[in-house]
């Protein structure tokens, strides 16, 4: 009796916009499924071999760099993070937004700079012979502690702008309690601000991690084996797509259970802040020594992280301009922004399509059902990449015999190797991070204007085209750019799902770092850099606002 009466609340809850939204969900989860279901098929004749020989190293140093990185991000994010939030020194609203501008620079990028800088010839090398006449050879810094030593400068923005985030609304009259008290600086920041900053700053260590195990150029260049060199030499080298997805499993595996372990231990504490007495912490002024040593301090991060890398990338563009500046450079450049530009535009469709079938589905569970489709940022690309080649591979076939049975057509894949599957992979990859300001600004807003409208008369599309899409404009732009910058960024998955003869910025620049023309890879990766300061000037004004 109970089924019968949930039977019967489906039949009649179930509208078009609920399929719409169960449609959406399943092509955009599709791939990270495919993964899964092709577990059964068993792993290739390699698979003992990696298993003793390779998979440990995999763990051992995916797991190193992970917690290596989480030291160093947290305490270069946090600190800077509430420095520039809670005392006043020169230079402070300057290094506030430079501290995020690595943000711009993909990893990658960072590590072929400082290769270049500490290789024979290079400028710290040179001078450190300055002053050691004995020394002869290079600075190595091409192993497992450089590339967390690079990841970190890489990637602490994320927690710095999660912690500062919260830092500038923090509870200024717990502060100020906390020192009538006569509890010590440092105390109250350890027993007070962390505690109330928790799940902000777990929050953006979580996206560092995530984007460390999805890093794969800085890891293959500086030749530490990791999950993604391992999925990529499984792939490629020994030709074992079977093994490649094993180990893609297994780090879905870890990502998830990873996310599951922070879950639970938010869960055991509660994080409650009063929006009413809630106010701007007011800024301390320290003595002119004081305050010129945390300036000092702030820019470390934004020297070794911005200024260093950029500078050395400005040499060599100005060293091989002559080399790099060609016919097929612009078309690459005009590839990689079209690609980017086309996939941002479609990934904003299907986020809209998405969030408002599920507004409009009358069936409340279809919005938990809808969170699926935003697990594919949580993924690594070459993941994300392993799961998109099955099925289309499995559907062009399908389709080449059915035209051929039917009408004797022979049309190759239309879309496994074709740019209409790399922009695929980058909707199920990147959708997260267009669906987040995109669902804030249509939360803000409310229904209760769209209701009205429809109550006047005015149908649903004519509604929201009128009225939801101009107020919630803002939101759409900027899911738009975050998803172009991390598209033109995105290494291993284009990688994998390039089309024969189409090439981007990102690609390209690794090509010549593979090739060791590193000075070569410096003009594709400025490119890459100046497109992704944009979103960063932006963020920054979404914090302070």
């Known amino acids: 009796m109970g089924w019968g009466n949930v039977i019967q609340r489906l039949q009649r809850d179930t509208n078009l916009w609920t399929i719409v939204t169960l449609v959406l969900v399943l092509f955009i989860a599709f791939p990270i499924g495919a993964v899964f279901i092709n577990l059964f098929a068993g792993p290739g004749e390699t698979w003992d071999h990696v298993v003793t020989y390779l998979l440990p190293n995999y763990i051992t140093n995916s797991v190193s760099i992970a917690i290596g990185c989480s030291v160093l991000t947290l305490?270069?994010?946090?600190?800077?993070?509430?420095?520039?939030?809670?005392?006043?020194?020169?230079?402070?609203?300057?290094?506030?937004?430079?501290?995020?501008?690595?943000?711009?620079?993909?990893?990658?990028?960072?590590?072929?700079?400082?290769?270049?800088?500490?290789?024979?010839?290079?400028?710290?090398?040179?001078?450190?012979?300055?002053?050691?006449?004995?020394?002869?050879?290079?600075?190595?810094?091409?192993?497992?502690?450089?590339?967390?030593?690079?990841?970190?400068?890489?990637?602490?923005?994320?927690?710095y702008v999660s912690a500062r985030a919260v830092f500038l609304t923090?509870?200024?009259?717990?502060?100020?309690?906390?020192?009538?008290?006569?509890?010590?600086?440092?105390?109250?920041?350890?027993?007070?601000?962390?505690?109330?900053?928790?799940?902000?700053?777990?929050?953006?260590?979580?996206?560092?991690?995530?984007?460390?195990?999805?890093?794969?150029?800085?890891?293959?260049?500086?030749?530490?084996?990791?999950?993604?060199?391992g999925i990529f030499r499984s792939w490629f080298a020994l030709e074992e797509p079977e093994t490649a997805i094993y180990l893609s499993a297994i780090l879905m595996v870890l990502v998830f259970g990873l996310m599951s372990i922070e879950r639970i231990q938010r869960r055991k504490k509660g994080y409650q802040n009063d929006s009413k007495n809630t106010t701007t912490v007011s800024r301390k002024r320290l003595s002119k020594l004081q305050q010129y040593g945390l300036c000092i301090g702030v820019g470390i991060p934004v020297f070794l992280g911005f200024i260093i890398p950029v500078g050395q990338l400005i040499y060599w563009v100005i060293l091989t301009l002559e080399d790099t500046v060609f016919t097929s450079f612009i078309t690459v450049a005009l590839q990689s922004l079209g690609i980017a530009a086309a996939a941002a535009f479609g990934t904003v469709i299907i986020v809209i399509l998405l969030i408002y079938s599920t507004r409009w589905s009358v069936l409340k569970p279809i919005q938990r059902v809808s969170r699926i489709s935003i697990l594919g940022y949580a993924i690594p690309g070459a993941v994300i990449a392993v799961g998109v080649m099955i099925p289309t591979l499995a559907l062009d076939k399908w389709l080449n015999r059915s035209l051929k049975t039917?009408?004797?057509l022979n049309i190759g894949l239309l879309i496994n190797g074709t740019v209409i599957g790399l922009m695929y992979a980058y909707m199920v990859r990147f959708l997260a991070v267009a669906y987040n300001p995109v669902e804030s600004n249509a939360i803000k807003i409310g229904s209760r204007i769209s209701e009205s409208s429809l109550l006047l008369g005015v149908n649903r599309w004519r509604t929201f085209f009128k009225i939801d899409l101009p107020l919630i404009q803002k939101g759409v732009w900027s899911g738009m750019l975050l998803v172009f910058v991390d598209i033109m960024k995105e290494l291993p998955l284009t990688l994998i799902l390039k089309p024969y003869g189409v090439t981007t910025l990102a690609v390209k620049a690794y090509e010549y770092a593979s090739d060791e023309m590193i000075a070569e890879a410096a003009l594709p990766s400025l490119c890459i850099i100046l497109t992704g300061i944009l979103p960063v000037i932006f963020l920054n004004r979404l914090i302070t606002k």
Request: no cysteine; proline share 4%; hydrophobic share 50%.
């Open 75 to 159: 305490s270069i994010g946090v600190t800077s993070a509430w420095i520039v939030s809670r005392y006043e020194f020169p230079y402070r609203k300057t290094l506030e937004w430079l501290l995020i501008v690595p943000l711009a620079i993909p990893s990658y990028i960072t590590a072929y700079a400082y290769a270049g800088i500490f290789d024979y010839g290079g400028s710290l090398t040179i001078l450190a012979r300055f002053f050691d006449r004995t020394r002869d050879g290079k600075l190595d810094i091409m192993n497992i502690y450089g590339l967390i030593m690079i990841l970190s400068l890489s990637l602490y923005p994320y927690v």
């Open 170 to 229: 923090q509870m200024s009259n717990l502060i100020e309690a906390s020192k009538v008290l006569g509890v010590s600086e440092f105390k109250t920041f350890f027993k007070v601000v962390l505690p109330l900053g928790r799940p902000a700053i777990i929050g953006g260590l979580i996206l560092v991690i995530m984007e460390v195990l999805n890093d794969y150029g800085a890891a293959k260049y500086y030749g530490v084996s990791t999950f993604t060199t």
């Open 406 to 408: 039917m009408f004797s």
